[in-house]
């Protein structure tokens, strides 16, 4: 079969790889390490840093179509490979998605609410953005935060130059800190013909900057999954994107707000491998591969935990339950703050 590409090697990729090969496709994944959990279960390894420019063209080289796993990738070379191998999804939803000021005034500008926030680039700024925006704040790294990482809380009497230089003093997004009474995320996909599938939104709880547990429904009503659903479609739309995206949103009592896009599968719509017909790995595979897009129904209410650092220890003795589905990301070593693995139970009326 044809050979799909894949930037980035760490447990997405490497579900992605375990969807792509079920429809017969073959996989060649790029990552500067070659015993990348997505190496187990590709058929090859391009061992290169992401954006060394002879890497790309071996993987372009090798694939009928390429897509990422993180959105860290750099916009420029993925442009580069777009002129030679169908990149997806494209690169300005990437260039969108990976700077948080870029992201919060595309949101805005097609009328999706956000926090409140400012660009700082300097102390001043920051200090000036703080006065403006009144009550706590977080601050921010524009690009390359993941987990929570690249953060700040910006409160009346902390120190702002410390927040500022704790972050390495580069350009940064003061958000206003918003109230929430919980956090939700969609996971959606649009296909090559515009055709759009969206999972059903899951209720997100947060541990140190990690996603901890997601609950479908979770305490999100119809009425907010069908919101939260026409938003995520109008992302995908203005984005012309083809593939699946993760949103990110707070509930707040004045209604829905946009925290962040993830421009690729997501950490939250890890049950639907356990509950839906068509996983959102086999979903992104369908999309970017031109096939139709599957139903993203839902079979059963469920909650996924992840399995951070140790908590991967023994993990298969979680299998004594038969309404708990598994997956063990075959990563070496348990670091703390580290993803090993998830775990999706099945909740019964
Ligand atoms: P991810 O791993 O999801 O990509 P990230 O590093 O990009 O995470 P965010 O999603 O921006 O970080 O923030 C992580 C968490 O911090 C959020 O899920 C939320 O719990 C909290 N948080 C972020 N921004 C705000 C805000 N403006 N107000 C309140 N809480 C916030
Ligand atoms: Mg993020
Ligand atoms: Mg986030």
């Known amino acids: 079969g044809a050979t799909i590409g894949i930037i980035g090697g760490g447990q997405l990729g490497r579900m992605l790889a375990l969807s792509a090969a079920r429809l017969g496709f073959r996989v060649a994944v790029l990552d500067p390490n070659p015993d990348c959990a997505a190496a187990q279960v590709a058929n090859q390894v391009i061992a290169a840093p992401y954006d ?3 890497a790309l063209g071996r993987l372009a080289d090798a694939s009928a179509v390429v897509t990422y796993e993180f959105e860290n990738v750099a916009v420029e070379p993925l442009r580069a490979l777009a002129a030679r191998v169908p990149v997806f999804p494209p690169p300005q939803a990437l260039e969108v998605a990976q700077d948080r000021v870029v992201e919060k005034a595309f949101l805005n500008g097609i009328g999706i609410p956000t926090a409140e926030w ?12 703080f006065q403006e925006l009144g009550g706590d704040c977080i601050l921010k790294t524009r690009r390359f935060g993941y987990d929570g990482k690249g953060q700040a809380t910006i409160r009346q009497r902390s120190p702002h130059a410390d927040a500022f230089e704790s972050l390495g003093s580069v350009p940064a997004i003061l958000e206003k800190k918003v109230p929430f009474e919980f956090e939700l995320s969609v996971v959606a996909a649009r296909g090559q013909d515009g055709a759009v599938a969206s999972y059903d939104p899951a209720e997100n709880v947060h541990s140190l900057g990690i996603l901890k547990r997601s609950t479908v429904p979770g305490r999100v009503t119809a009425a907010l999954a069908a919101e939260a659903g026409d938003i995520a ?3 995908l739309e203005h984005l012309d994107y083809v593939g699946v995206v993760g949103v990110e949103f707070f509930a707040t009592t004045n209604g829905l707000l946009v925290n962040e896009i993830a421009p690729r599968v997501h950490n939250s719509g890890h049950w639907t491998e356990a509950v839906c017909l068509v996983s959102q790995f086999e979903q992104h595979v369908r999309a970017i591969a031109g096939l139709p897009l599957g139903s993203a129904a839902r079979h059963a209410d469920c909650v996924m935990e992840n399995l951070i650092g140790a908590e991967i220890d023994g993990a298969l003795a979680l299998l004594a339950d038969p309404d708990a589905v ?11 703050g580290r993803k090993m693995g998830h775990v999706t139970r099945i909740v019964r009326p």
């Open 52 to 54: 060394d420019p002879g």
């Open 233 to 235: 479609a109008r992302i």
């Open 326 to 336: 598994l997956h063990v990301y075959g990563k070496g070593e348990a670091k703390p």
């Open 118 to 129: 400012r660009a700082v680039d300097d102390v001043q700024e920051l200090d000036h953005a």
